[in-house]
């Protein structure tokens, strides 16, 4: 496995200087986070040489990549996070599925390894049922988007949103029943709802867990804290990610301390890299 870091972490730096940060400081991948003016957009001006800066900084610095899609106003700049494939209207279902395409379509051109989403909030009062029926048609529309290039779907279960637990994302899977279908797990979001150990899940869904998030969480609360400021059991974590054999990446995630983000990021690194080398003691 190796460490990586969330641009959304970096919300007040470009996206290029924000790359050549998180390569400075010793990060092994890049959690891309598609936003105003870091590539979320065919509009952007001047999106393709964007876009070929990017790939360029990513190879020469060697890091891996996937593709993030949680930026709050991108489809709606008054309703945070809308609209979603559960949406009411198949328009706004249309507006996020097309947006989720043009997202796998940047991580193919990236070489980038998966695209990791989530089922976003009701906004209306429709039966779980029929809530489950819109995503699952979505899904399994996006899993077979990708005809040229090797990108695939990391989903992630998200409290406070429609698919907020591991049973719940157990059905899903089941539904999509996909190759290019797979799981995002932030370790975060088992604390907060009280889905432990950790480690029971990492291994339980070890067939198809593809991308990992990481912060510090306290149960109950939604709230990405700083490492040693919550109650994650890092040391339970990273022996359940090894047990799993997990090779991917763990992204640190902390969107709100932007306006600290470059010590945030040195910090989380020397936080988290002696669980990453195994020196827990």
């Given amino acids: 496995m190796f460490l990586g870091y969330n641009t959304n972490g ?5 996206l290029d200087d924000a790359v050549e940060i998180i390569a400075e400081l010793g990060y092994d991948g890049v959690a891309l986070t598609l936003d105003f003016h870091a590539l ?3 509009d952007e001006p001047g999106f393709e040489s964007h876009l070929n800066r ?5 190879h ?47 991580a193919i051109s990236l ?15 429709a039966q779980p049922s029929v809530l489950m029926d819109r995503l699952v048609t979505e899904c399994r529309r996006l899993a077979e988007f990708d005809p040229v290039g090797n990108a ?12 907020d637990t591991m049973d719940k994302f157990a059905e899903l899977h089941g539904r999509v029943n996909h190759p290019a279908f797979g799981l995002t797990v932030d370790v975060g979001h ?9 480690s029971k899940h990492l291994k339980a869904w070890k067939h198809v867990l593809w991308n990992v998030h990481i912060e510090d969480m306290r149960r109950g609360v939604h709230d990405h804290v700083m490492f040693g400021e919550g109650e994650v059991d890092f040391a339970d974590v990273f022996a359940g990610l ?15 301390h932007s306006h600290d983000a470059v010590n945030t990021a040195r910090k989380a690194k020397a936080f988290l890299d002696r669980f990453v080398n195994g020196r827990t003691g």
């Fill in 242 to 256: 090894r047990d799993a054999d997990y090779a991917g990446g763990v992204y640190v995630e902390l969107s709100r």
């Fill in 60 to 106: 020469r610095h060697d890091l891996r990549c996937v593709i993030e899609t949680g930026s709050r106003f991108i489809l709606d700049t008054r309703r945070k996070h809308q609209p979603t494939l559960i949406s009411p209207g198949a328009l706004d279902r249309s507006r996020r599925y097309e947006f989720l395409e043009f997202a796998l379509w940047v």
């Fill in 152 to 163: 695939r779907l990391a989903f992630e279960p998200e409290p406070g949103m429609f698919i």
């Fill in 111 to 125: 070489d980038a390894e998966y695209v990791s989403f989530w089922s976003g909030t009701p906004t209306d009062d």
């Fill in 54 to 58: 990017v790939r360029d900084l990513l």
């Fill in 40 to 42: 979320g957009s065919f």
């Fill in 10 to 14: 970096f919300a007040h730096h470009r």
């Fill in 190 to 198: 088992l604390v907060c709802n009280g889905e432990l150990p950790v």
